[in-house]
């Protein structure tokens, strides 16, 4: 006998969890679907060789590579030919490059697929992890205002989604690399290990950070350090706070002057819209792997449980996909590990363990009632409510039991009474009223309660 | 430069298929569930020594292994530690033993997930596909009035993917067994190689079948191989055909009677589920592979297409679980490999490349537009309709030729006449039509439109 088990890291639920879990992929779904992003799914394996062009360090160790028992037999010298994805954008990029003669540019494409990295084990880390991407590809060039549709399509999902208020942050890398210039700090590299270090503001605290700044190898001056503590403690506060303050940073160098024009037209358009201005905002502390974003960068967090972090981040690249084709790609995109933030989400308390997605069942208590039984099932059914039907009989009792305890809200049931007058008899859990209706008339009155149920509840 | 490419076997769609196939899943999803069948998703690795517990030749060999990069340098002596799931099945025997205590019984889950086999490299097979399966599992018995929900579940499945006639096709393992017996021919082994050459009827014909099984090694009577071959010519032409065959039948001895009642139970359900006679059907040459299902059997198969062959198939099995627990858990399901099934419909012409997802494109003429069009974007999607925002002044010619080759039906208008009315123009790609609106009006239209039009499509 084997035990029955999973590999540590991923999270597998069970079924009213995972109604919880598929409702809010669904949610995230019809979203990007609104904002006009087109579906793709790609191979979950990745020719090795395409997968890691990048000389990764974490990355590329953290891989999972896939060889079929033939290979295995034949004994691995070298890489095996095929990885698991460990994100969505190297998928992207592959897939924009080797189909780029059959996509309309600008690319718009959402992705909710799962992928794969070797982590360590440890609570809240996941091996197995969905992600739900938006990108925008351009070809040759991709207009600074498509930045705008990220933070509108993420306030539309996690405004439906439910889950208490959140604000959407944006910084731009080439305000960033302008401030630090206009700070004396020319060297990227040097930039980069600063940030490094103001990154851990919120873990070791400003007295710390302060004095390992000032201190070698850095040796930056106090009064440099100083003015990056107040720039990265930028928060704005609204939209024409935001356009106040880009204005005061504007004049001192180019880079710095292009990330102004930027982050402006974003805040424009974002504005139009549609988002609220409280739930938009301007943070310089975030930065999100200098080496990757070149232009604006997004970080969205829950503002009643910021220890959860950064729920949904990303930004504008130079060039998706160099390594494939000769074309350039520039984009902007942004991407919901939502595994992660389902688990913490029900950690927190914010999402609670789904109703089923059973809607009604229909009782069986003899058999003799079993024909009426699925009759009134499949009309159920018929008219697109998700229904169990009772095939053994059993006490009553019993069943309203197990209805209750699924979720299930409608308890139908047909007794020989019943049947006589041609009506049925509902229980309504949910209500904890009962209520008889001719046989005939049972879905439409359903439906209409279901309907009635979900406007109340903003569905 | 890296060629952009992904691995043989694998299916990976332009946006507007990949449009079309979700519309697949979508479709398989909302019947299942409205069936009353749970959501069960699982990792796609499952660890090896759980997933290869039975003595699998072929099966086994079509394995997919897993290595991080870590376990790959350590070097791996033996069986790798994780393994890429190659059905649904074991991963369900796994998470039913797992968490059986958590689970209410009769157990009724559907998963709809991509599974993995190192198939040789051959047109039309893949080597990643989906499966889409439901199985009810009971604990210590299930009823056999649950083999009749998978015709009722696909038969709803099938009608609303709307791919041309079908014919749900039953058998039961009991009932051939027990002919067999009728024939003399006892042994289960001798049995499966018998019926191993019958399932050649279609590919070698009646008379070379026949010949091989007078002949060395099987020598059977003339007379046997022509009862054999008669009974496997049995199809029925409806219920009341089908009772009345079923009762010939009776009375040899207990498996074939056992057979018959299971059989006649099943399609007395079917029949009240409300499944037309047409489209179910007895046909007693299915066999579906002796060793594993133990009642009734399943295909389906389209009337005008027979060379797809099965394109939903299952069936009765005793004990689901045996492996990883001492409960028993008998279970009875159907499985739809939509992957190939969806590549086969197209093939055939059967499935149309969609239309967007997308249902309208807001259009830009020049700069001063832009709010103008964000703002009309944002009251369409505010309304559920599923829009894309032209972000940068283009020719109109250009739009309107971007959004038909798109497939996207509506392009809304705002120039500046139109916003001085207050108004938008809407062109209608579907109709050819053109119509003006006001603008606090637009998003009810188009919904009125879409409505209308996804009514008399059935949607």
Not at 169 to 189: H, P, T, V, W
Not at 204 to 216: F, I
Not at 388 to 393: D, F, I, L, R, S
Not at 409 to 423: M, N, T, Y
């Given at each position: 006998m084997i035990k029955p088990r999973t590999m540590p890291g991923v999270m597998e639920l069970l079924p009213r969890d995972q109604i919880a879990f598929q409702r809010v992929l669904d949610t995230i779904r019809r979203n990007y679907e609104r904002f006009g992003f087109l579906p793709v799914e790609t191979p979950v394996m990745e020719l090795s060789d395409v997968l890691l062009t990048k000389t990764g360090g974490e990355t590329e160790r953290q891989v999972y590579f896939v060889q079929s028992t033939g290979a295995l037999e034949k004994g691995g010298e070298g890489v095996p030919e095929l990885a698991l994805r460990f994100d969505l954008t190297v998928p992207l990029a592959r897939y924009v490059a080797e189909h780029e003669h059959d996509l309309a540019f600008p690319f718009r494409r959402y992705q909710m697929q799962r992928v794969y990295r070797g982590e360590r084990a440890q609570r809240g880390r996941f091996r197995e992890f969905y992600q739900c991407d938006i990108d925008v590809i351009g070809k040759d060039s991709l207009s600074v205002r498509f930045d705008a549709e990220m933070p509108a399509a993420i306030h539309a999902v996690f405004s439906e989604l439910d889950i208490g208020p959140f604000t959407i942050?944006?910084?731009?890398?080439?305000?960033?690399?302008?401030?630090?210039?206009?700070?004396?700090?020319?060297?990227?590299?040097?930039?980069?290990?600063?940030?490094?270090?103001?990154?851990?503001?919120?873990?070791?605290?400003?007295?710390?950070?302060?004095?390992?700044?000032?201190?070698?190898?850095?040796?930056?001056?106090?009064?440099?350090?100083?003015?990056?503590?107040?720039?990265?403690?930028?928060?704005?506060?609204?939209?024409?706070?935001?356009?106040?303050?880009?204005?005061?940073?504007?004049?001192?160098?180019?880079?710095?002057?292009?990330?102004?024009?930027?982050?402006?037209?974003?805040?424009?358009?974002?504005?139009?819209?549609?988002?609220?201005?409280?739930?938009?905002?301007?943070?310089?502390?975030?930065?999100?792997?200098?080496?990757?974003?070149?232009?604006?960068?997004?970080?969205?967090?829950?503002d009643d449980h910021p220890q959860i972090g950064s729920i949904c981040s990303g930004g504008r690249y130079d060039d998706l996909a160099g390594q494939y084709t000769k074309s350039k790609l520039p984009g902007v995109g942004i991407s919901i590990g939502v595994t992660r933030l389902f688990w913490q989400l029900k950690e927190a308390g914010l999402i609670d363990t789904a109703e089923s997605s059973v809607e009604a069942l229909v009782a069986l208590m003899d058999d003799e009632g079993?024909?009426?039984?699925?009759?009134?099932?499949?009309?159920?059914?018929?008219?697109?409510?998700?229904?169990?039907?009772?095939?053994?009989?059993?006490?009553?009792?019993?069943?309203?039991?197990?209805?209750?305890?699924?979720?299930?809200?409608?308890?139908?049931?047909?007794?020989?009474?019943?049947?006589?007058?041609?009506?049925?008899?509902?229980?309504?859990?949910?209500?904890?009223?009962?209520?008889?209706?001719?046989?005939?008339?049972?879905?439409?009155?359903?439906?209409?309660?279901?309907?009635?149920?979900?406007?109340?509840?903003?569905?």
């Open positions: 942050q944006l910084n731009n890398r080439k305000l960033m690399r302008g401030f630090f210039q206009s700070l004396g700090i020319e060297d990227a590299g040097f930039q980069m290990d600063v940030l490094r270090e103001v990154d851990k503001l919120d873990k070791r605290g400003v007295d710390a950070v302060r004095e390992t700044l000032v201190g070698e190898p850095f040796g930056l001056d106090a009064s440099v350090v100083q003015m990056l503590l107040d720039f990265v403690a930028v928060r704005s506060t609204g939209y024409d706070d935001a356009f106040a303050r880009l204005d005061r940073l504007t004049g001192s160098n180019a880079a710095l002057d292009a990330g102004v024009a930027e982050l402006r037209e974003v805040l424009t358009r974002v504005r139009q819209f549609g988002v609220p201005e409280s739930d938009c905002i301007l943070n310089f502390s975030i930065a999100r792997g200098l080496d990757y974003y070149t232009g604006t960068v997004y970080e969205t967090t829950l079993l024909s009426h039984t699925l009759d009134i099932a499949r009309r159920l059914r018929a008219a697109g409510i998700n229904t169990e039907a009772q095939m053994e009989p059993k006490k009553l009792a019993k069943q309203f039991q197990y209805a209750d305890r699924a979720g299930i809200r409608f308890v139908v049931l047909a007794g020989s009474d019943e049947v006589a007058r041609g009506a049925v008899t509902v229980k309504d859990l949910k209500r904890g009223e009962q209520f008889e209706v001719a046989r005939e008339e049972l879905a439409g009155s359903l439906k209409v309660e279901l309907e009635q149920w979900r406007a109340t509840q903003g569905r």
